[in-house]
Nanobody, 122 residues
Framework: VQLQASGGGLVQAGGSLRLSCAAS????????MRWYRQAPGNQRELVAS???????NYADSVKGRFTISGDHAKNAAYLQMNSLKSEDTAVYYC?????????????????WGQGTLVTVSS
């Protein structure tokens, strides 16, 4: 399963961006969709996650500003980012895990997208 992230760019502080992540492959189901980010010199951190039941979790630093959503019919995840701050500047990565069809039947997968750069200017 391959993930393609998009939607990053340059935005002024206080602005908004919407990231998208599209999964391709012979997917049976997706359990979890997550967004991580990694700023220069920092470790990768979990920003937001959503389960196939719709339960969401957010890092404290983005609560009330970011919203994660998923579309299982399209095998896609989204991250709506509002009220962006300079400290949100990072490369954002999407992650999904679930089940895919294989030659011998269903098997698990976990995949990462290639990352999309978000730069917030102050």
């Amino acid at each position: 399963v391959q993930l393609q992230a998009s939607g990053g760019g340059l935005v002024q502080a206080g602005g908004s961006l919407r990231l998208s992540c599209a999964a391709s492959g012979d997917i049976v189901s997706i359990n979890a969709m997550r967004w991580y980010r990694q700023a220069p010199g920092n470790q990768r951190e979990l920003v937001a996650s959503i389960t196939n039941g719709g339960s969401t979790n957010y890092a404290d630093s983005v609560k009330g500003r970011f919203t994660i959503s998923g579309d299982h019919a399209k095998n896609a995840a989204y991250l709506q980012m509002n009220s962006l701050k300079s400290e949100d500047t990072a490369v954002y990565y999407c992650y999904m895990d679930g089940k895919q069809r294989g030659f011998w039947g269903q098997r698990s997968f976990d995949s990462w997208g290639q990352g999309t750069l978000v730069t917030v200017s102050s």
